[in-house]
């Protein structure tokens, strides 16, 4: 792990990022030593920077990620890009514009061939999302809900949970977005209230173009759906063959955007 | 500094502190070594564990309290205590109940006589609080609603600003709590869409019993307001004798309730 350019381990009990959650992170996948989406990462990185009004060093990282990257432990794996606002006093008003950079890799996560293939089962969360346009979209380190909608699944045999906000809305996973096919049109929820503004979100909004729409879709709606998809830029594409509502389970067949979608993200692998 | 009863200044950067806020903390005004409010802060940090499920070592906390308190650096300042929750892996759903505990000990703040005794400038901050009831009241680590706001007021003539919610309701200063004599009634906001139920609110509330009451208010209400003072058990009351708002400034008389409240206060310290 790299923290401002040198080896640690461990980081100031007086940081930022641990006392507010007051930075931005990224989960980057890397395969074969490269990170895959590298440059839509830091375009988010960078808007979320704007919001939070942070300024780090692009130059320092772009250093920092090209050490880190040639270790061998980075062949495959997911390198976590992290800055957090530099103290400048005690206080939510002492921070600087200034950011720590930690760089660190991690084991790819032990994700089964199954999940792509045959698809997954996914919780409707109890755990709403708060609707806060100024956070709507980032990568910020303030994920207390997700953290409890996590928590909620009863066991391994779901996958993902599904969460809805305080306004009754679909908007994502907990840690992917949701794609629905329905009434004939590819629709996934549009993210200025609340919502992870994902990579491969915003890749498949790219690759299907005029074929799929940002629109408002309420749980209801999903029992009609011909089908559902999960994507987040390390796991990929996953189907949703099942959704468990708290009062029924619904069913779907894989689909071709889902299908298509993988094929999405397995070119961008190469 | 203690880390889970040992010496450290430091901590891992794979804390869900740090990755996710995933955590709660408390700032207790230390005065002659002895901690003010203890046991109203063990009681909220308490409720912010059964929300969050999170489990700690109360007699371990007791005892790394005594061993801190008999410092030399403790006989005035402020004692923050952190839980974290402990890591079971890597992601959302990987923490288990356990938490890490952190003590530290910072200097008071550097409060002049002169803003209990003459009243401070607030600022109406642009920067609102989203409505999300799971952790509403609750002293997280999730705070970077806090820290944007706090950096709009543009210069040190402002001592706080005051935060609406999404719906406009006005909840809270970005460090206290909030109070207003309105048609001849002390009155404070409710916390159970968002806001941090201070400890000095919950005492106050207490002291004023059947003559205060808990009542949405909308900004333009404050415009008539006789009396506003804001309130945390650090720096005590606080007088708001004018509220720059994005049209113009309100100004307010200091006020029998607010000395009420610091004489409150008072007593308590001693």
Redesign the interface.
């Known amino acids: ?1 790299l ?1 401002n350019g040198q080896p ?15 930075g931005l ?1 990224e989960s980057i996948l890397v395969r074969n030593h490269r990170p895959v989406f590298l440059t839509e990462h830091l375009q988010r990185l960078q808007r979320g920077c704007l919001r ?2 942070l300024v780090y060093d692009a130059a320092a990282v772009q250093q920092e990620l090209a050490t880190v990257l040639a270790m061998p432990a980075a062949a495959n794996c997911v390198l976590k890009l ?1 800055l ?2 530099c103290a400048g006093g ?4 002492a ?1 600087t514009d200034e950011c720590n950079r ?1 760089i ?1 890799l ?1 084991p790819l ?1 032990d994700y089964a061939d199954s999940q792509p293939e045959q698809g997954i089962a996914m919780f409707v969360c109890q ?2 999302l ?6 709507a979209g980032l990568k ?12 909620e699944w009863p066991d391994a045999s779901f996958h993902e949970g599904l969460m809805l906000d ?1 306004a009754g809305l679909v908007i994502e996973g ?2 992917s977005n949701v794609f629905v096919v329905q009434a004939g049109r590819l629709q996934t929820p549009p993210l200025h209230q ?1 919502g992870v503004d994902g990579v491969l979100r915003q890749v498949l909004l790219q690759h299907f173009g005029n074929t799929v729409s940002q629109t408002e879709l309420r749980l209801e709606q999903l029992q009609q759906a011909a089908e559902i998809f999960v994507c987040n830029s390390v796991f990929g594409v996953w189907p949703v063959t099942g959704l468990l509502t708290a009062e029924q389970r619904w069913h779907y067949p894989l689909g071709d955007y889902a299908r298509a979608a993988q094929r999405c993200f397995h070119e961008a692998l190469q």
Chains 1, 2 share one sequence.
């Open positions: 792990m923290l640690a381990n461990a980081i100031s009990l007086q940081d930022r990022g641990l006392a507010y959650g007051d992170f939070l009004a992290m957090t606002r005690r206080g939510y008003r921070g930690l660190s991690h996560p755990q709403r708060a609707r806060q346009p100024t956070l910020h380190l303030n994920r207390l809900e997700q953290v409890l909608a996590s928590r305080t907990t840690r609340c």
